[in-house]
């Protein structure tokens, strides 16, 4: 299937080519399909049935089936598997990335686990064991025992000739680590560097020793912050005695850095992020990560009750200040949740710092008074509009300082949980628009009190 | 200044240490600074004044210069720039990457853009001139026109040679590209795929034909999707006649994504996405992308003043009503923001297609079934407390009707707009909060009419 062909089919039609191929015993074209769109044989792949897929695996091989595998998240790749005899499952994780399997490995019953890595090659397993070891969201978790080291007295000519016998098993060949003979990293040196020496220079006089490294029980946002930062397509991990234990590389790192963006963008929605993709997370699940922000924030929002309590008086005394209760307290709402995710997320890129709090506020004090003064107006004429003249002043003047009021809110909280070293994506919009909602309460009646004289 | 140091300094201190080794004008620290840390230097340099950069420029040189100033955002490049004399913005701009330097151009006032493209290289100003053809958001607006391109009839020996007296000016030499005598693009081939080859082969005879490339005209989300799909380095970018015109890395994609992830995210939160970094923005842009939203919330919850003054009979025959619409209408905003931004992620991710509508649905309603009943029962205590036993079981049951009726319209909507194939990142949480409402309302004071007998 050419190239252009592939783009246009739908998944139901690569399903069906991939069917056909199957019953044909017609190997190339899946060959190829798993070669050159690993992703796209990968989607089709879970829609096979679990006689298909011991069919496809039997038919590309091994290593092609372990790149499609590769291309899945860890329970999907656990899923397909499970569909494999236990010895056909061993080989295509033999095959993988270890960092890649590792992360399979960790989502199996631990019972299956043991069996497989039972079943596997020796080396192959311990490399996987070792990388258990690790949390997942550390250093040591994402990267990948598959480098190429080298000593620093062999030349660039004895380099290449042992690079050749290797370079195929390992993920990146773009850098080349040297160490010593106790595993102690030295320096680094890029592939393109040693093709361009001379022949008979020594690797260690090449080598650049000034290598930047990380700890692999660091977390992974600062190996993803660090390989962003220098612009590396990989960077060394190493243990307490500086050892080189395994790379982590750009494409995993892009990884961490969708993951935190996941958890950030549900922080700011109001709830507990989830650990896996929405369709496999459980009923359960999300009422578990949803129900303890809902209650939160119902506490903290049934002070509401109180307030309007408090001033039943004046809502007895003109029941028309209850009909602009939601469209008020709303608009407070609405710009708390703009200025919140603007600064929450120029917090997360780094363009704003706590330490910038007073620019900050300058500038949204200066922004609010603007929108309060289009949004006083707008509530204004929707007073009038509804024939209730007699409250257009309080309505508009109460929109004003409900803007002016809910800015500042939403623009300290974020920073200041920053300055405090806490993660600024727990101020939800949900938070925001819940503390806006009673205090805009407040503002309002005491507003109203004071213009109609009520109290 | 060793590793270890730097990392543990702050950005004052690193600020005072430049500022000394440029009085006492020594070079190798800045050097190493430079080339090291360059991201650390970018930012320090933001706080030196004109007189200290142009210094500072003097005595690392134009190239350590170009590596510095590639770091920042291309505002803050151009604001570097315009403190030196235009032949040294110049030298500065001709020894950055061709797509930086573009991007730098692009922001700078348009004589002053001509004036530093006559200032510069024939060759180099060519370059920058060709890449402002193409959009900012298209692959042509992202790429660098830095690349290795080899003719088919090379040997791998005489292809390495070639490379060795190139290698040094391009920004990536992990593929080599082919290309006939017409510049159309033949294929690709790895660099260690050429390292490791016999040194007589044809470069032809090595290339991988079936190779993924990019039209310049192309959306920039669509490059950044194919090197994320295929796990490449960098992909070609070419016109429609096949020439090879660029190439498109990975480091670039990211920076893609990054802006991409941020306009979802400022979308969610109910603003239009801002085109700067926060502080960069103007009072009057930041009002501009907030106004018009607000506005059209302000105008979608007009309606529940409407609501409130058709029930005008109810809120006056039952004051304490009134007291719980606050609570009960927050309570559906905070689930339907929770259920839209998992929606909206999970949508960005791909982890939910529209096709998927029907299993979403049926687990947002088991899901709010569980809510309903959890926030239902907090409701009905929360009456009891406040000394209003008559009103629980109509607060309650509209609890529980609320949470189920916002998670449905929060789950249908994103959906629906992708269906669509609108953005469903519109679907902010102001509008969902904005939407449950007002048919929040009429729930409530139905129900209260029902149960009450009221009407």
């Not at 372990?66 to 860890?74: M, N, P, S």
């Not at 550390?138 to 000739?161: D, H, Q, R, Y």
């Not at 490294?213 to 243990?239: K, N």
């Not at 039943?312 to 939601?326: K, R, S, W």
């Amino acid at each position: 299937m050419p190239e252009e062909q592939i783009k246009t089919l739908s998944q139901a039609e690569v399903l069906a080519q991939i069917r056909a191929a199957l019953a044909a015993r017609d190997v190339p074209p899946l060959a190829e399909l798993a070669e050159e769109h690993p992703g796209i044989m990968a989607a089709a792949l879970l829609a096979l049935t679990p006689a298909e897929t011991r069919h496809l695996v039997a038919l590309i091989g091994d290593d092609r089936a372990a790149t499609v595998v590769e291309e899945l998240d860890a329970a999907d790749a656990a899923d397909v598997l499970a569909r494999l005899t236990r010895a056909d499952a061993a080989d295509v994780l033999e095959e993988m990335a270890p960092d890649d399997a590792t992360d399979v490995v960790e989502v199996l019953p631990p019972a299956e686990a043991e069996a497989l890595l039972i079943e596997m090659e020796p080396a192959d397993a311990a490399h996987i064991r070792e990388l258990l070891a690790y949390p997942p969201d550390t250093a040591g978790g994402i990267m990948t025992p598959e480098f190429l080291a080298l000593s620093p007295n062999l030349t660039v000519e004895e380099a290449i000739t042992a690079l050749r016998t290797v370079a195929q098993e390992v993920e990146t060949v773009y850098y080349v680590y040297v160490i010593d003979a106790e595993d102690r990293l030295l320096g680094v040196l890029g592939l393109r560097n040693l093709l361009l020496a001379p022949p008979g220079t020594r690797v260690g006089d090449l080598v650049d020793r000034d290598v930047v490294r990380i700890r692999a029980d660091a977390d992974q946002e600062e190996a993803a912050r660090m390989l962003r930062e220098y612009r590396f397509l990989a960077i060394p991990v190493v243990d307490a005695e500086n050892r080189l234990l395994g790379i982590i590389t750009a494409d995993d790192v892009a990884d961490v850095v969708e993951e935190e963006t996941t958890e950030d963008i549900e922080r700011l929605g109001g709830s507990q992020p989830l650990e896996e993709p929405y369709l496999r997370a459980s009923v359960l699940d999300l009422v578990r990560k949803r129900a303890g922000w809902l209650l939160f924030l119902f506490v903290a929002s049934a002070y509401t009750v109180n307030v309007l309590h408090y001033f039943e008086a004046e809502l007895q005394a003109v029941v028309a200040l209850g009909f602009f209760i939601p469209m008020l307290i709303g608009t407070g709402g609405n710009v708390g949740s703009q200025v919140t995710t603007t600064l929450t997320r120029a917090l997360a890129l780094g363009d704003v710092a706590p330490g910038d709090v007073l620019e900050v506020l300058s500038k949204e004090l200066r922004v609010s008074l603007l929108l309060g003064l289009v949004m006083g107006g707008a509530t204004l004429l929707r007073a009038l509009l509804l024939g209730t003249p007699d409250l257009g002043h309080v309505v508009a003047i109460t929109a004003f300082l409900v803007v002016l009021w809910a800015t500042t809110v939403a623009a300290v909280l974020p920073l200041l949980l920053r300055a405090l070293r806490l993660d600024p994506a727990v101020v939800s919009t949900p938070l925001i628009t819940t503390l806006v909602d009673g205090t805009g309460l407040v503002i309002y009646f005491e507003v109203a009190r004071a213009l109609l004289r009520l109290g």
